[in-house]
């Protein structure tokens, strides 16, 4: 029997994993950096707390008014009628009313200012009618209304930021409001990157015919960057194994991970799986995918190492789809699954049966407000464009063959990092 070859360009390969096979062995195989380092507040965007954060306040910390209006008590809300009360004095955000309020007495109040001593209840100025020292307020109010009590956000001792939570901004304002502005991080992973290929020339440089340029680092560079890890570029190494992999083990000592693209199939300038072998240890190597199919996965000693693939598109997908993850995990970040959101396709997909397809789409509302998904047109994974001009992936299960002008798809909107 003549056992069939099976080559990068199969839809069907049965030496190829599952995407959510390939997924799952590339999480589990990643452990969290260990190394942590002290932040302040300004220098701490971006970094995955170390540990958890309690507050040492309630918040608010004092009652409040939610309002700009009147704070009165709220056994002189009338029954029905109106009712008469004396305003004897202010309570500013920052300047509290002194006293306390009896029976009958009201004080003018500002938005976050404290609700005196008596007071429970502020009415909105827009429902006073004011006259002299005296506001008359209707009977339609309700006890302790337009106030925020202490706690209302969280107790003094609560955890409001967990180990493992990445630092954004509301997280940032949130640690401010109880005054903590130092705490323990994770440190930034070292990410190494460089591309392969023998017709590769960077930006500046004159191309010779049968050159391109080198398009794979500037993306890498730029989503690394959204990603906010300490990266390297190493350049461009052409298809020499001796260099590729001088340079792959140079990286390895010096990075948490490296990226490498191209030279990831099987075509006869392609080391990295073989070098992989060589120097440390396959993960995997094929995914039923598409785009992206050949992308090597695994460990150089304890450097985690992805091959992507050298079509730009794949690279970016399998970036997004791998790697994007893996740094993820490796910064010690609780990881929430990927938005996925069901679209009305408004074109008509071309799809084999055989690969997962991540295929590029602009999705938008219609009139109606339901989610529609068009696609970018044209899907050859070296064109750039089509994943410049895309918000979304949309994602077609291994076995869906073409999908048909109304059927409803699976969109995964991209997030900050294409
Ligand atoms: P490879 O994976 O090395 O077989 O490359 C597949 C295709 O991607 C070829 O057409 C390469 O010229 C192209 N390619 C590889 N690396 C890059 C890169 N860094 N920038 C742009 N195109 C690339
Ligand atoms: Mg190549």
Known sequence: ????????????????????????????????????????IREAAGYILAEDVTSPLDVPPFINSAMDGYAINASDIPQTGDKKINVIGKSFAGAPFEGKLKQGEA??????????????????????????????????????????????DFFTGDTIIK????LSPAKLGLL???????????RKPVVAFFSTGDELKGVGQRLEPGDIYDSNRYILFGML???????IDMGVVPDIKEEIELTLKEASNIADLVITSGGASVGEADFI???????????????????GKPLAFGHINDTIFFGLPGNPVSAMVTFYQFVQP???LLEGETL???????????????????????????????ENGQLIVDTTGVQGSHMLSSMAKANCFIVLERDSGDIEVGETVEVQPFNELI
């Not at 074109?347 to 602009?362: A, E, Y």
Request: hydrophobic share 35%.
């Open 176 to 186: 401010a409001s109880v005054g903590v502005t130092e705490f323990k991080v994770i």
């Open 225 to 231: 960057q959204k990603m906010d890890v300490e990266c």
């Open 163 to 166: 180990a493992g939570e990445r």
């Open 1 to 40: 029997m003549i056992k069939k070859q099976s080559s990068c360009n199969d839809e069907f390969d049965p030496n190829s994993l599952s995407f959510e096979q390939a997924l799952e062995q590339v999480k589990q195989s990643i452990k969290p950096i260990k190394g942590k380092k002290n932040v302040t």
């Open 326 to 328: 893996s740094l993820r």
């Open 336 to 366: 929430s699954a990927p938005l996925k959101l069901q679209a009305k396709c408004i074109s008509k997909l071309k799809k084999h049966p055989g690969r997962k397809d991540f295929q590029r789409g602009i999705m938008s509302s219609d």
């Open 107 to 152: 004080v003018r109040i500002m938005t976050g200012a404290v609700v005196p001593e008596g007071a429970d209840t502020v009415v909105m100025q827009e429902h006073a009618e004011v006259d002299g020292n005296h506001i008359k307020i209707g009977n339609a109010h309700k006890a302790k209304q337009n106030v925020r009590n202490p706690g209302d």
């Open 273 to 291: 799986k073989i070098i992989l072998d060589e120097i440390g240890k396959v993960g995997f190597w094929k995914i039923a995918m598409k785009p």
